[in-house]
């Protein structure tokens, strides 16, 4: 369960940042800006996912952007939500 709602997360974020590219590549093509999208959406399909444990990629799709991907410390996530909810149980 851990495992899953941590993949879940990661597509998310994935998600988010292809989102961005491509509303960087819907730009380009209205404003008829003098990059090439067949560079642009080449440069997209060859980005590599670390794995988990890396560092963070930045990374361009070669439009003058700045795109960033967080990629997860670890396989698993700690299990804290009973720690959590006992800690807010205690406050009050």
């Known amino acids: 369960m851990i495992?899953?709602?941590m993949v879940?997360?990661?597509?998310?974020f994935l998600e988010i940042v292809f989102q961005n590219c491509l509303g960087l590549i819907y730009t380009v093509y209205?404003?008829?800006?003098?990059v090439s999208l067949e560079n642009?959406?080449?440069?997209l399909l060859l980005?590599?996912?670390?794995?988990?444990g890396s560092s963070a990629l930045r990374f361009s799709i070669g439009a003058a952007d700045?795109?960033?991907?967080?990629?997860?410390?670890s396989y698993s996530l700690p299990i804290?939500?009973?720690s959590v909810t006992m800690l807010l149980?205690?406050?009050g």
């Open 3 to 5: 495992l899953t709602h």
């Open 47 to 52: 980005v590599k996912v670390p794995p988990p």
């Open 30 to 34: 209205i404003e008829g800006l003098s």
């Open 8 to 12: 879940f997360m990661f597509f998310k």
């Open 66 to 73: 700045k795109q960033s991907l967080q990629v997860p410390k």
């Open 40 to 43: 642009i959406i080449a440069k």
């Open 80 to 82: 804290t939500r009973s």
């Open 89 to 91: 149980r205690q406050l």
